[in-house]
């Protein structure tokens, strides 16, 4: 399949909620960038590689996460 436009926003927030249901212990700070751009991407494949990074600072033993999205403009 084609890689579409996407929102990364979107599928952060959807690993975030996988994270949040198996590790309840840990707290996500999110700060995102409304003016970031639409990128060429597969929803389900970028929900799979947030979902293990977050999922291996879980069990690596972090207890807060944060996750910074920033679009510089120039």
């Known amino acids: 399949t084609h890689a579409l436009p996407i929102n990364v926003h979107a599928p952060i927030e959807q690993a975030q909620a996988l994270l949040a249901a198996n590790h309840a212990h840990v707290t ?3 700060r995102f960038d409304p003016s970031l751009p639409d990128i060429a991407g597969h929803h389900d494949q ?3 590689i947030f979902d293990n990074l977050l999922r291996n600072a879980a069990e690596a033993g972090a207890t807060i996460i ?5 679009y510089r403009h120039s």
């Open 28 to 30: 996500v700070n999110r």
């Open 46 to 48: 970028l929900v799979q």
């Open 66 to 70: 944060d996750i910074a999205t920033f």
